[in-house]
Structure formats: C-alpha cells, structure tokens
C-alpha cells in the first residue's frame, strides 16, 4: 500500500511539472514566432514589380538596356544601385528624368528593385574601333604615368567587375553611355564621386571614347 501511495504521489509530481513547463514554453514560443524573420531582407518580388513598373522602360525587363544611352544595370552591385538612386532622389546626381523616378521610391524599394535587377545576368558588349580599343586597354590596365591617371583595373578589376558598393561593375556597359558619364564627371557636371572628378579630368575626348568603347567588349 506505501508502495503504491508513493507511485501515485511521483506520478501527480510530474504531472504538474510537465503542465508548468507547458505553460512557459507557450508564451516563449509565441514570443519567437512574432519576430520577423529578416527586416532587412530584400522583397525581390516587390523589387521585379517597383522595376517593371518604374524602369523597364527606359532600362529593358531584364536590366539589359537596348538605348545605348541609358546603362544596362543588370548584375549591377546593389549597394552602388541604391547609393545612385539616393543621390538621384537628393539632388546629389543631377538628372532631371531620374529624378522623377526615383523620387517615387521609399529606401525599402530602392533596396528592393537593386538586389532583384542585380540579379539577372549581364549581356556581353562589343567593342567596335580596334585602334581606340588598343588605346583604352592601355588606359584601363596601365593608366597614363605622366599625368598621373591610375589603372581602371585597380578599383573597377581587370575584368570589369568592379567591387561591390563603392566602385560599379563596367564591363559590357554601352559606350555611349560611359563616354557620357567621363565627360560629365570631366566637366563638373556630375558632382558625386570625387575620385572619378580627379581622374576624368585628366583625360581628353579621345582617351574617353577609347576607354568606353574597350569596357562596353570588357567581359
């Protein structure tokens, strides 16, 4: 009989301890599931939708602008994607039409439309003057000496990669639109990067049409 008012004693113990676990579990396991998974975490969905809706125009559905004008920004770094469309909104990199869009983005899309088009795969360019491309790959690897004009390759890669956030990937890009943006940095006209300012500002139109047209065969 003491044996048994023992075995039911222990049995009511565990019981209980096991209901009390139960009851604090609950409350932490809620707890746990109301944190987000990941605030920062870019929403690609949003990000295809903000781009179709705002960019593809002017930029392709794929990042891969056929307006020689306006750059291919697929597989672009998204830190230097959303850098550009922060200053576009501030007025920091002046353009009239890029204004206007970016002006319709909040940061979260910014962040959005950058890492969903920085996902889709580049288009190879092709370089079309062989005496400027001769030229421009002398630039691009081993920049002018005597007027102090550093390689591309050290900030931009051999390769064209470029390196996330700071310096933008060029290879493929078209050359009409980066002989646009080394005359605008080489005239003051656009303001946002001081190093580029430096180094434009050394180079003449010949060296600048060289240089584009060996990045837009750059791959």
């Known amino acids: 009989m003491k044996l048994f008012t023992h075995l039911l004693i222990a049995a009511s113990l565990a019981v209980a301890a096991i209901s009390a676990f139960s009851q604090e579990a609950k409350p932490a396991a ?3 599931s109301a944190v987000p998974a990941s605030a920062d ?12 809706a705002v960019c593809a125009a002017c930029h392709a559905p794929d990042g891969n602008s056929l307006i020689p004008v306006n ?8 830190q230097y994607l959303i850098k550009q469309l ?51 790959e002398r630039i691009y690897r081993g920049g ?6 550093p390689a591309c390759a050290g900030c931009h890669s051999p390769n064209g990669a470029g390196i996330p956030a700071q310096y933008p990937r060029l290879s493929g890009q078209h050359a009409e639109y980066a002989v646009a943006q080394l005359t ?33 065969g750059l791959r």
């Open 71 to 78: 750059p291919k920004l697929a597989q672009q770094h998204p």
């Open 144 to 149: 002018i000496a005597d007027r102090q004009v």
């Open 41 to 52: 975490k870019p929403d690609l969905a949003k990000g295809e939708a903000s781009f179709m």
């Open 86 to 136: 922060q200053e576009f909104k501030a007025g920091k990199r002046a353009n009239p039409v890029m204004l206007g869009m970016a002006s319709t983005l909040s940061d979260a899309d910014m962040k959005n439309v950058a890492f969903w088009i920085s996902s889709k795969k580049a288009a190879p360019g092709v370089a079309k003057d062989k005496e400027l491309v001769l030229l421009g």
């Open 184 to 216: 605008a940095f080489r005239d003051g006209v656009r303001g946002n990067s001081l190093q580029m300012t430096q180094v434009a500002a050394k180079l003449n139109d010949r060296e600048i049409r060289a240089l584009a047209d060996y990045v837009a």
């Open 30 to 32: 809620a707890a746990a």
